[in-house]
């Protein structure tokens, strides 16, 4: 029978570093996949697991058996992958005014290959995704996220939040109409082009 996850924290905080190690490779790839899709990019990703195990290991006595291990990490995750967003979002926007002062207009025109436009557009649709998850606070984004992706229930999110039901449900609402604001002109050009293409 499989051992519980409380029963492998006991046995790390003995000192049985085999206990974490059974830890971690149960969990890992679900913190992968939060952390993935709050980043969008799988080097954070990989980043972001392995400083939420290493600071689960280092704040492993904090740890309340009563609690989920599994919530517990999200926790840490979500708020690691946050801090990421945010150092990349400066750094962006530092970058964004150097690139607007040296690109050329002519660089920025697709090429004639074929499917050029298809790559153009199925880029600027991605950008228009991140761009929308962008302009999520933080408990937005991670609410959203822990929802629409992870499937987590109203009551798990707002143990990873710290909210009660009402401001979870509030931040859920918050974020998909945002998002729905940002994305409508892509949903719109989409649209469009399907209807240009069926004539």
């Not at 929308?132 to 991670?142: C, G, I």
Request: glycine share 6%.
């Amino acid at each position: 029978m499989e051992e519980t996850d409380s029963a492998a924290v006991s046995r790390a905080l003995a000192g049985d570093r085999d206990a974490f190690r059974v830890l971690v490779e149960r969990h890992s790839r679900n913190v992968f996949r939060l952390a993935y899709r709050m980043t969008g990019n799988e080097q954070d990703a990989e980043d972001v697991v392995q400083v939420t195990f290493l600071r689960a290991w280092r704040s492993l006595q904090s740890f309340e058996s009563q609690a989920s291990f599994g919530t517990w990490l999200h926790r840490i995750a979500a708020n690691y992958s946050l801090d990421l967003i945010r150092q990349r979002k400066r750094r962006e926007e530092k970058r964004e005014v150097s690139y607007r002062e040296e690109t050329d207009i002519l660089d920025t025109i697709p090429g004639g290959e074929p499917g050029a436009d298809r790559l153009v557009y199925s880029s600027s649709v991605r950008s228009a995704i991140h761009a929308a998850m962008d302009t999520l606070s933080s408990q937005e984004r991670t609410a959203f996220v822990l929802r629409h992706f992870e499937g987590l229930s109203i009551e798990q999110i707002g143990a990873n939040l710290g909210t009660g039901a009402n401001a979870t449900k509030h931040s859920i609402f918050r974020a998909v109409q945002k998002l729905r604001r940002a994305l409508e002109p892509v949903v719109s050009s989409v649209s469009a082009q399907g209807g240009a293409s069926s004539l």
